[in-house]
């Protein structure tokens, strides 16, 4: 379904569409679930952790090191929750965005947060949805709810091809 026409910048009409491909993991331990607090555009949001693919990277590798980078801790992803497409309202920045399920094993030694991140919080699912307007897009309510209720994709399903 094409984006409603007000949603879409006017810069947007004209320049070639290129999503931002990003990944992000939603980790669950004890009921809780790790998120990041970061500051965009002057606000503190929640977000799950996340971040760009880098060239060469796998989607699984990025997912990994950006969980690791974020919050200190040892991610693994487990399964694939989704692809969510997300165009923010009123501008040219897509997204496409890879989440991933991830199993948690413990804080890294020595480990040093990006320096985006305020902090680092393990929410309850209640304190979660409590903290909706704070969320900094729709894909942070979404990526839990689909880790809670919808399926998983074995992480097999993504395949990473070179011209070799």
Known sequence: MPAPESNIAPEAKT??????TTVAIVTELDGRY?????RIDGALVLNQPAGHLEHGETLVAAAR??????TGWDIEPTALLGIFQFNRPRSVHSYLRFTFAASAHGPLNGATLDPDIHAVHWLSYDDLCAARPRHRSPMVQRSVDAARDGPRYPLDMLSFLTDS
């Open 15 to 20: 320049a070639p569409w290129r999503p931002f």
């Open 34 to 38: 790790l998120l990041v607090e970061e």
């Open 65 to 70: 090191r950006e969980a690791r980078e974020e």
